[in-house]
């Protein structure tokens, strides 16, 4: 079955950079993106960006532009999310999602909390 | 941007009730719009996709519905394991958006 196990949780300081990791299983890596959401406490989903597995070419929110950057390592099914000068307000939960390609989110990660704090 | 907006923000139902939920676009999206249940603690899960199509292995009590600008979530039959807070998802034009989100629970 489909399958996306995330990293573990990260505790990080203003200004860090943290790097999240999602390990695909269960079906053929290169076939579908991977997009990014995050969700902050008790907050909505927030669509951060996607990675084409195939080429890898990326499409980012504009808030995030500068800050983020996702990469795969297509022989080991994984796809990376960097975020990088970390604030408050980036503490969230933050999912990979297997992505089709009208951008239906159709199989989630775990989630990792990632949280910024002094 | 598409903004999308959800109401109720949250809703109190007996179970074996109809439940609505609906979705309104800031602009036309025509059909392209999915429905997600989230379940506290747990990553959404994909129930509706293509405004109307039933995602394999939800429940028929689960419905979609509508185009352009406006869109509903049905359930037919509330049930103890429906609770659970509700996204819909534009994928129309990027940035993809979600809704805030319609939290669920039983009266």
């Known amino acids: 079955q489909v399958q996306l196990v995330q990293s573990g949780a990260e505790v990080k300081k203003p200004g860090a950079s943290v790097k999240v990791s999602c390990k695909a299983s269960?079906?053929?890596?290169?076939?579908?993106?991977i997009s990014w959401v995050r969700q902050a406490p008790g907050q909505g989903l927030e669509w951060m960006g996607w990675?084409?597995?195939?080429?890898?070419?990326?499409k980012y929110a504009q808030k995030l532009q500068g800050r983020v950057t996702m990469t795969t390592d297509t022989s080991t099914s994984t796809a990376y999310m960097e975020l990088r000068s970390l604030r408050s307000d980036d503490t969230a939960v933050y999912y990979c999602?297997?992505?089709?390609?009208?951008?239906?989110?159709?199989?989630w990660g775990q989630g990792t909390l990632v949280t910024v704090s002094s | 941007d598409i903004q999308m907006t959800q109401s109720p923000s949250s809703l109190s139902a007996s179970v074996g009730d109809r439940v609505t939920i609906t979705c309104q676009a800031s602009?036309?999206?025509?059909?392209?719009l999915n429905w997600y249940q989230q379940k506290p603690g747990k990553a959404p899960k994909l129930l509706i996709y293509?405004?109307?199509n039933l995602e394999t292995g939800v429940p028929s009590r689960f419905s979609g519905g509508g185009s352009g600008t406006d869109f509903t979530l049905t359930i037919s039959s509330l049930q103890p394991e429906d609770i659970a807070t509700y996204y819909c998802?534009?994928?129309?034009?990027?940035?993809?958006?979600f809704g805030q989100g319609t939290k669920l629970e039983i009266k």
């Open positions: 999602a297997r992505t089709r390609g009208d951008g239906t989110f159709g199989a």
């Open positions: 269960g079906y053929t890596f290169t076939s579908y993106r």
């Open positions: 990675i084409s597995t195939y080429n890898g070419n990326t």
């Open positions: 602009q036309d999206i025509s059909k392209d």
């Open positions: 293509i405004a109307s």
């Open positions: 998802q534009q994928y129309n034009n990027l940035p993809y958006s």
